[in-house]
C-alpha cells in the first residue's frame, strides 16, 4: 500500500517539483553569507529526524490499521520490524527532499550527512517516539513543532550573520552522530520496545478522549509491580476511574451492604459456630459481586479498548495474573473491611474470633473472584463471554462449598486453589487461542 501511494507517478513529479522549489530557495539562503550552507544543512537534518520520529509514531501508535496488525502472531518484535519497513518507504522521499536541500547548500558533503541521518533514523526514530510518549504525552505534538521552529529561527539567524568558515565539518559530524546512536539503538531495539511499549500503548489505549490526565501517573508511582502486570492493572484502574466500566463500578459500590447485613446479624449469636456461618454469609454475597464486576464485564471491556495487549509476550499468561490481581485487590478490601465489622461492632464482643476468620474469609474473597476471573478468561470470545449466565449459579455452589468446608476444616479453605489449577492453564490456552484467531 504505501510503495503505490510513494511510487505513484503524480507523486513523484510533486516530490520532484518540491525538491526543485526547496533546491532553489536553499541556494538563494545559502549564498547570503558564508554561515548559511552549514546552517541550512543542519537544518534539513533536524528537520528529517523530526519528522521521522513523528511518522514513526503514528505508526506505532496513531493508526486505525493497528487494530488489525495486532491480532496477527507477530509478536512485539515483529509489529516493531513490520512497522520499521513501512517507515523506510515513508522516509525515503523526506530524505530525497532533505538531500535536495543540503545538496543544494553544501554539495556532496550535504547529500552524504543527510543520507547517513536517514540510516540512523530507521532505528532511532521509533525509540525516540516511545520515549517522547513517555516524557512529553499529550504535549509531544507541542514539541515537536516547537523543535521545528527553534530550527527554522536559528537557520534563518545563522544565514544573515556573517561568520567564519567552517566548512562542511557540522552536517557530516551531525549526521554521523546520528547515524551511530541509531546504530546503538538497533542492537537492543527489539528489548527495548517490548520493555516500553506495553505501558505506553495501554496509557494511549485508555486516554479517551481527555488525554492522559493524573489519574495514570499517580497510579503508576503508587504501585510496585513488574511491568507487563503493572501496565495492565493500571489499565484496569484508570478505566474504572474514568467510567468506562459502569457496571463494574456499580456493583463494587454496592458490595460494602453485605457489611451492614452483617452487623444486623450479629446482633444476636446464639455460639461460635453460628457466628462463624454468619460471617462466611456475608462475606459470600459481598464477593459474589465483587466476583462479577470483575469478571466478564471488565473482560469484554479489556477487548474494546486494549488491542496492544495481543501483541505482548506469552499474552495469556499476563492477562490471567493481572486479571487476578484485578480482583484480589477488591477482594482483599472487602475482606478486610468484614473483619473490621467482626472486630468493631458490638463493642468488640467478637474479636477474639478475628483470628480463625480471617482464613477462610480472605481464602472465600479470593476463591470466587478466581472462579469468575478464569472463567472469564477462558470462555471469551472476542467481544463477548460464551455462557456468561451460568457464572451466577457456579459461584452459588462454589460460595457454598468453600462455605460449608471452611466451617469444618478452616485450615482447608486454600487447597481451593490447587484443586482449580487446571483452570489457570486452560484460561491462558483459550485466551492465547482467541487473540490469534480473533
Not at 512497522?83 to 523506510?88: F, H, I, N, T, V
Not at 513517555?134 to 527553534?150: E, F, I, K, Q
Not at 462463624?276 to 466478564?296: D, E, K
Not at 489449577?421 to 491462558?428: D, F, L, S
Request: glycine share 10%; charged share 10%.
Amino acid at each position: 500500500m504505501v510503495r503505490e501511494v510513494l511510487l505513484d507517478p503524480i507523486a513523484l513529479l510533486v516530490l520532484a517539483g518540491c525538491c526543485w522549489a526547496a533546491s532553489g530557495l536553499a541556494s538563494h539562503g545559502a549564498g547570503m553569507a558564508s554561515a548559511g550552507p552549514v546552517c541550512v544543512a543542519s537544518a534539513a537534518i533536524v528537520l528529517l529526524l523530526l519528522a521521522t520520529v513523528a511518522i514513526a509514531d503514528a505508526l506505532l501508535f496513531d493508526l486505525h490499521e493497528n487494530l488489525l496488525l495486532r491480532t496477527l502472531p507477530l509478536g512485539e518484535a515483529g509489529f516493531l520490524e513490520l512497522r520499521r519497513a513501512e517507515l523506510r518507504w515513508w522516509l525515503w522521499p523526506m530524505a530525497a527532499l532533505a538531500m535536495s536541500i543540503a545538496g543544494s547548500a553544501l554539495g556532496t558533503a550535504g547529500v552524504v550527512a543527510v543520507a547517513l541521518t536517514a540510516i540512523g533514523c530507521l532505528d532511532l526514530a521509533p525509540l525516540g517516539a516511545m520515549h517522547l510518549r513517555r516524557t512529553a504525552g499529550p504535549h509531544r505534538r507541542t514539541v515537536l513543532v516547537a523543535s521545528g521552529a527553534c530550527t527554522v529561527l536559528a537557520t534563518a539567524l545563522g544565514a544573515t550573520q556573517s561568520a567564519g568558515s567552517t566548512g562542511d565539518v557540522l552536517p557530516i559530524a551531525l549526521g554521523l552522530l546520528l547515524l551511530v546512536a541509531g546504530r546503538w539503538a538497533g542492537r537492543s531495539r527489539a528489548a527495548s520496545f517490548v520493555r516500553l511499549h506495553p505501558p505506553i500503548a495501554s496509557q494511549v489505549a485508555s486516554r479517551g478522549s481527555r488525554g492522559m490526565g493524573s489519574s495514570w501517573s499517580m497510579l503508576a508511582k503508587a504501585l510496585w509491580l513488574p511491568a507487563p502486570l503493572k501496565a495492565r492493572l493500571l489499565r484496569d484502574l484508570v478505566l474504572l476511574m474514568r467510567g468506562w466500566d459502569l457496571r463494574g463500578a456499580a456493583l463494587l459500590a454496592l458490595s460494602p451492604l453485605s457489611c451492614l447485613y452483617l452487623q444486623g446479624s450479629l446482633d444476636v449469636v446464639p455460639s461460635e459456630a453460628a457466628l462463624s456461618w454468619r460471617v462466611l454469609q456475608s462475606t459470600a454475597l459481598g464477593s459474589a459481586v465483587i466476583a462479577y464486576a470483575v469478571g466478564p464485564g471488565v473482560y469484554v471491556l479489556r477487548n474494546r479498548t486494549m488491542n496492544w495487549e495481543r501483541i505482548a509476550p506469552r499474552p495469556g499468561r499476563s492477562a490471567a495474573l493481572a486479571s487476578l490481581a484485578y480482583g484480589f485487590l477488591f477482594a482483599t478490601l472487602h475482606g478486610a473491611m468484614t473483619l473490621g465489622v467482626v472486630a468493631w461492632s458490638h463493642d468488640g464482643r467478637y474479636d477474639h474470633a478475628l483470628g480463625s476468620l480471617a482464613l477462610p474469609v480472605l481464602a472465600l474473597e479470593w476463591s470466587m473472584v478466581h472462579f469468575s476471573a478464569l472463567f472469564s478468561l477462558g470462555n471469551g470470545i472476542g467481544q463477548r463471554v460464551s455462557g456468561e449466565v451460568m457464572i451466577v449459579p457456579s459461584l452459588v455452589v462454589v460460595a457454598v462449598a468453600l462455605a460449608g468446608v471452611s466451617m469444618l476444616w478452616p485450615w482447608a479453605a486454600p487447597l481451593y486453589f490447587l484443586v482449580t489449577a487446571g483452570m489457570v492453564g486452560q484460561a491462558i490456552h483459550a485466551y492465547e487461542r482467541v487473540e490469534v484467531t480473533w
